[in-house]
Nanobody, 117 residues
Framework: QVQLAESGGGLVQPGGSLSLSCLASGSIFSINNMGWYRQAPGKERELVARMESGGSEKYAESVKGRFTISRDNAGNTVHLLMNSLKPEDTAVYYC???????????WGQGTQVTVSS
C-alpha cells in the first residue's frame, strides 16, 4: 500500500502563486510516476502535471509556462509550484502515484485551491 499526504493549497488572488507538496510513504520503490491532477466542480478530473518513467514531464496545455513540477531527490516528495494563477485554476488538486510494483494508481485525499479576488 501507498499513502500520499498533500500539503499546501488555499486561497490566492489572481496572478498570485501557491505551492503544493505530496509526500509518498509505504510500499514505495521509486517515484518515477508521480504528479498532480485536479477536479473543478461539475468537471472531470484532469491532468495538471506529472513526472513519468525515464524522467519525462507532462503538463496540461492550460498550465504550461505557469506551473512547474519537481521532485525532492532526498525523499519521496513531489512539489507543484503554481504561478500566475487564474480563477479557472480553482479546483481540488489530487496527488497521484503509479506503482510499478503492483501496477496500481494511488490518490491523495485532495487539497482545495481557490483563485479569487
Amino acid at each position: 500500500q501507498v499513502q500520499l499526504a498533500e500539503s499546501g493549497g488555499g486561497l490566492v488572488q489572481p496572478g498570485g502563486s501557491l505551492s503544493l507538496s505530496c509526500l509518498a510513504s509505504g510500499s514505495i520503490f521509486s517515484i518515477n510516476n508521480m504528479g498532480w491532477y485536479r477536479q473543478a466542480p461539475g468537471k472531470e478530473r484532469e491532468l495538471v502535471a506529472r513526472m513519468e518513467s525515464g524522467g519525462s514531464e507532462k503538463y496540461a496545455e492550460s498550465v504550461k509556462g505557469r506551473f512547474t513540477i519537481s521532485r525532492d531527490n532526498a525523499g519521496n516528495t513531489v512539489h507543484l509550484l503554481m504561478n500566475s494563477l487564474k480563477p479557472e485554476d480553482t479546483a481540488v488538486y489530487y496527488c497521484w502515484y503509479y506503482s510499478e510494483y503492483d501496477s496500481s494508481d494511488y490518490w491523495g485525499q485532495g487539497t482545495q485551491v481557490t483563485v479569487s479576488s
